[in-house]
């Protein structure tokens, strides 16, 4: 996964660094037996670590870290499959890790991801998360915005959100929608509330790669199978399905009887 995240944004000059860790100590274990013996990173060391990886200087793309505590012996290979090997565990120095017992309960812990944008001018991020309490995972995503204070539930509409993008000024925030069973593309401010404003209605819905923004903030891209349609969208409330009138329809960048990349202009542009 790491190595095709790679080759889909080197091109950008974004780097990709995937991280393997020995044994941390962390609130992991309290469901599991308590914490093994051993020599354990901190957590803090353990950031200390991941922030020297990503702080390389301009140009330098570091692509695997191996971090371990100091001391922890590393099993060597066997030359036959039934020869065992000398020495300690792989994750510590004295005992193997017991396997966890995994419940069907556990997948409710397993909260994915899908798409974060760094919010300019005030240090947080706005990402998507399927959960809705921060700790259970739910079936569809929802928007998070994560600062300095920790993080907040930052939409709670009905339907999936997800693919979040910021405009250059930190004021709104565009990202997928589901309406009807279709993704569309919406808006909403990210300061001082306010509703999330549905810009589009494509019959088949816009396409998953998500918004972006132009530089001006005036108008976003989105990709879509359809040609604009011509009726407004609705303002999706929190728990209901809206029923305010949108903004202005979107337009195409290419003509209709090719591939088209919709660009649609922000609420009353």
């Not at 510590?92 to 974060?116: E, H, K, N, S, W």
């Not at 565009?174 to 001082?192: C, D, H, I, K």
């Not at 009138?245 to 990349?261: D, E, I, M, N, Q």
Request: charged share 15%.
């Amino acid at each position: 996964m790491a190595g095709n995240t790679r080759l889909m944004v080197t091109g950008d000059g974004i780097g990709v660094i995937l991280i393997a860790l020995g044994g941390v100590d962390t609130g992991f274990w309290d469901a599991h037996g308590g914490t093994p013996s051993g020599k354990l990173l901190t957590a803090d060391q353990l950031a200390e670590s991941v922030a020297r990886a990503i702080g390389q200087p301009s140009g330098v793309d570091v692509n695997t870290v191996i971090v371990r505590p100091a001391g922890q012996r590393v099993q060597s290979q066997p030359d036959t499959p039934n020869e065992q090997p000398e020495g300690d565990s792989p994750l510590t120095d004295q005992t193997p890790l017991p396997a966890p017992a995994y419940t069907p309960g556990d997948l409710d812990r397993f909260i994915d991801l899908l798409g974060a944008a760094l919010v300019p001018h005030a240090g947080s991020v706005l990402y998507a998360a399927t959960t809705r309490d921060g700790v259970t995972a739910c079936q569809d995503s929802m928007l998070w915005l994560a600062g300095g204070s920790g993080a907040r539930l930052f939409s709670d509409n009905e339907g999936a959100q997800s693919r979040p993008a910021v405009s250059a000024d930190g004021a709104r925030a565009a990202f997928l929608q589901a309406v009807g069973g279709n993704r569309q593309r919406g808006m909403r401010p990210l300061a001082g509330g306010g509703e999330t404003t549905v810009l589009t209605c494509f019959g088949r819905g816009t396409g998953p790669v998500g918004p972006q923004w132009s530089p001006d903030g005036q108008s976003i891209a989105i990709d879509a199978c359809d040609a604009p349609g011509t009726v407004p969208c609705p303002t999706v409330s929190p728990h209901r399905s809206g029923a305010q009138t949108g903004s202005a329809l979107p337009r195409t960048l290419a003509p209709t009887s090719s591939s088209c990349l919709p660009l649609a202009g922000r609420r009353g542009g």
